[in-house]
């Protein structure tokens, strides 16, 4: 969701990133370079503030331990609105976030789960997309952002770029190329060039003034 990130940044809102684990497993690359990588993409895309909790690579596990982190970091930096993976993904550690985030959201707002920092409740919940292509729920006019995104991806060399020597895997076997088609099959849906696809767990509520209005 770089493009949408990138979008509301322009447009003055405060935005963060919080990166569950440092990619310890990844079959290219290192923890060091993998967090310099996501470093200078953040700088890219313009985000205030980039933190990393440092759970294991295949240790998101749905546990107390794993949802009260979250909640800590959620009541320290009181977002409006949260973004995670969609749960429905090739890589399991995409879906167990969704599921550690979708439960640490709930206790964030809960008086009496960690009475010892104050709560905090989230007013919305979305999901981006990673490897799959499902059909969104709405999505988010990225044209105008649609470069920075890529330079953004093309910041991680060490996972989407195959380098001499390197393990193939679907990521350096052509995903950006992937991942900007999809943007671009969103963006035919509505009528613009690109678009980054968010589904919901709830419904969106639209003005009524946007159904009063003539056509």
Known sequence: MGGTIAK?????????ICDLTEANLSSNGTVEIR?????????LLGIQERRNLRMSDRGLLLTEEKISQVVEIIRETQPT????PYADDRHPD???????????IFSSGIRKYMPDVIPHRVERLYYY?????????FVVDI???ITVKLDALRCYQSQFMRLADEVVTPLNNGYIETVEARERLFGKEVGVQYAEGFKANQPLLVDKDLLNRSY
């Open 8 to 16: 509301y940044v322009r447009n003055g809102y405060k935005v963060g």
């Open 35 to 43: 967090s310099d990588e996501a470093e200078k993409a953040g700088k």
């Open 81 to 84: 609105i949260v973004f995670a």
């Open 94 to 104: 995409h879906g167990n976030c969704a599921r550690i985030v979708d439960e640490a």
């Open 129 to 137: 997309m990673i490897n799959g292509f499902h059909k969104p729920d």
């Open 143 to 145: 044209t105008d952002t």
